[in-house]
């Protein structure tokens, strides 16, 4: 059973970090396209960023290039998104998402076929 487990959301002020974690399990972890989206109230929900755990290779929406960072430790199953430059348009429920390695890298919600339960990032002016 695939499982996705969000943790590291919490609230911040403009300006600030944030490093959220989403802990898998359950399926061959580089054989997979790991992506975080988020969904802010009344909005829909939207691809922040992906990552190819094979070769390491990543794609970004266009609000988060040049300040949100996604990575993957092989060891322990985990894809990270680093957030820096915080915004109070950043404040959403952030939720990751898998699929077995989907090329080319999209952040289309459709494709993903696996989805942890989110977790809330606020972030303050």
């Known amino acids: 059973e695939v499982q996705l487990v969000e943790s590291g959301g919490g609230s911040v002020q403009a300006g600030g970090s944030l490093r959220l974690s989403c802990a898998t399990s359950?399926?061959?972890?580089?054989?997979?396209?790991i992506a975080w989206f988020r969904q802010a109230p009344g909005k829909e929900r939207e691809g922040v960023a992906g990552?190819?755990?094979?070769?390491?290779?990543?794609n970004y929406g266009d609000s988060v290039k040049g300040r949100f960072t996604i990575s993957s430790d092989n060891a322990k199953n985990t894809v990270y998104l680093q957030m820096n430059s915080l915004t109070p348009e950043d404040t959403a429920v952030y939720y990751c998402?898998?699929?077995?390695?989907?090329?080319?890298?999209?952040?289309?919600?459709?494709?993903?076929?696996?989805w942890g339960q989110g977790t809330q990032v606020t972030v303050s002016s």
């Open positions: 990552i190819s755990v094979d070769d390491g290779s990543t």
């Open positions: 359950g399926f061959t972890f580089d054989a997979y396209t």
């Open positions: 998402a898998a699929h077995r390695k989907l090329y080319p890298l999209k952040l289309w919600q459709s494709w993903y076929s696996d």
